[in-house]
């Protein structure tokens, strides 16, 4: 005979009193095993895809994991509202998430399916692949859950995400894994699946957007850059900047690279939201992030935030002068916290900007310097190796090589060439393409000039621009002014159409 609905609260209620959860994290008035018997968060992958996931060493670690949904007890109203939470706040929360749920199995059937599938298909190995790095402890204990149940350790993994949720208390998908941990220690019943419940939180925002932001974690740590490898925009970067952001739309993903004088690593990578209606910013308001190179602009104090930005904020130079160039407007674009209610956002759910968990911003907070870090934001990054790099830098470098020795020679007609009629430079005097060869040549005073911290950024976005940034010192002095200058490719030649003066 079916359970009630009554009995089906009374087994869950049992289970609290016995101990086995002492804080529960949905409320117990209502129908208790709604959402938390959906199968999005924990059976995700495709039988025999590999998880991988996270340790202190940055070491990686895979297992197969093949459970398969299946079918589900009743919906509740009062834990989809728990869940809730995951969605933005209310000056940023009416963006949408895709349309996924699924039904879910008693714990006997679904471990039955878990151990026919790994027998019937080997576990295939990860992409090629770094060391997985350590985005948060949050994160990384989360894909261990995930790595349990996946290899039919289910009790483990309750306990292990019993005291996830104990230790974040505001992760919602940590609620949503362990409430279906715990619907999955209850016995299997002859009852038949309540459609009705199961299409209510098929439909219901704050599941889609859950099942949206466990996919993302999932396909990111599963799809890891290759080793060795940098996003390609980084094609030179000056050891002045220690670190290197680059954003990946496309994974919810935000990279963190160290840099040395033997290059760019990956060191660490996080969950991040972008803006509700996607990327590709055109204008104030729509709600979407830019996409491009921009750096680090300041450091704002929490202290002096509303809580929505939780942690800190980090603006960036949103509209750079390319962006300007094609007539890009807003502003405001920062990498910024959650507030305290909230540990992460859904996928698509801020005004543009970038947002991380409390925990990940705090770490990058202690990383980034002002004016030095650049922030790549792109659809989907492309890893390339450094010889590629390299030689992808090579034709600039003979251009802005030729830039510095035609200055050097005096000569104002030739200089004028690598110039666009439009060109400006932020200083103290503004200047224009007419005049700037001219003062180029006045300052030169055709002296030799040596070039020092360089860095080469490289954008594709239907133009082929680079970002310069370099300091100059002349023969016999001491220091020199420390440039950057936006170039665009037109043919072969690469032509200047912004500089800024920094210092």
């Not at 995400?161 to 992760?171: H, S």
């Not at 680090?296 to 800190?312: E, H, M, N, V």
């Not at 700037?436 to 133009?463: I, N, T």
Request: positive net charge; glycine residues 8%.
């Amino acid at each position: 005979m079916a359970h009630s609905q009554g009995k089906r609260r009374r087994l869950v209620t049992d289970i609290v009193r016995r101990g086995r959860l002492k804080n529960p994290p949905f409320p117990r008035r209502g129908n208790l095993l709604a959402a938390l018997m959906t199968a999005s968060a924990l059976m995700l992958a495709a039988p025999g895809a590999a998880f991988a996931s996270s340790n202190k060493t940055g070491s990686a670690k895979t297992s197969s994991s093949s459970a398969k949904a299946g079918k589900s007890s009743t919906g509740s109203r009062s834990a989809v509202r728990a869940s809730s939470g995951n969605r933005a706040s209310a000056k940023e929360a009416r963006g949408g998430a895709g349309k996924s749920s699924a039904q879910a199995k008693g714990k006997k059937a679904a471990l039955a399916e878990t151990r026919t599938a790994s027998a019937a298909k080997p576990a295939r190995k990860a992409a090629p692949a770094g060391s997985i790095q350590e985005a948060s402890s949050a994160e990384a204990r989360l894909i261990s859950v995930y790595e349990m149940f996946g290899r039919g350790q289910a009790r483990p993994a309750l306990a292990k995400a019993r005291d996830l949720v104990r230790d974040y208390p505001n992760f919602q998908l940590a609620q949503l894994v362990y409430g279906d941990l715990l619907a999955a220690q209850l016995p299997p019943t002859n009852s038949l699946p309540d459609t009705a419940g199961i299409a209510k939180m098929r439909g219901n925002p704050a599941m889609s957007e859950l099942h949206e932001e466990s996919r993302r974690r999932l396909q990111a740590l599963r799809e890891r850059p290759p080793v060795g490898t940098v996003p390609s925009q980084f094609l030179s970067l000056s050891t002045k900047s220690r670190y290197a952001i680059a954003v990946d739309a496309s994974r919810s993903r935000l990279y963190l690279l160290e840099n040395s004088d033997k290059g760019l690593k990956l060191v660490a990578d996080y969950y991040i939201s972008v803006g509700k209606s996607g990327t590709d910013k055109l204008a104030e308001g729509d709600a979407r992030t830019p996409l491009g190179v921009y750096y680090i602009t300041s450091s704002l104090d929490p202290r002096s935030l509303k809580d929505f930005y939780g942690a800190g904020a980090l603006p960036i130079n949103y509209p750079n002068p390319y962006d300007v160039r094609r007539g890009r407007t807003g502003g405001g674009i920062w990498l910024h916290g959650t507030p305290p209610q909230q540990f992460a956002r859904a996928p698509l759910a801020s005004d543009g900007c970038v947002v991380m968990a409390n925990p990940d911003l705090k770490q990058l907070l202690r990383k980034v310097q002002i004016g030095a870090t650049p922030v790549v934001t792109a659809r989907s990054l492309q890893w390339i190796s450094p010889p590629q790099a390299e030689k992808e830098a090579q034709t600039f470098t003979n251009a802005i090589t030729a830039w510095k020795d035609t200055r050097a020679s005096g000569n104002e007609a030739q200089l004028k060439k690598f110039y666009l009629p439009d060109f400006q430079r932020s200083s103290k005097k503004p200047i224009d393409g007419n005049s700037a060869p001219h003062d180029e040549v006045e300052y030169a005073q055709g002296k030799r000039v040596q070039f020092k911290d360089m860095s080469y950024l490289h954008w594709r976005d239907g133009d082929d621009t680079m970002v310069a940034t370099f300091g100059e010192v002349f023969e016999g002095e001491k220091s020199g002014r420390t440039r950057r200058q936006y170039w665009l490719r037109q043919g072969s030649e690469w032509k200047l159409f912004h500089e800024e003066i920094l210092g």
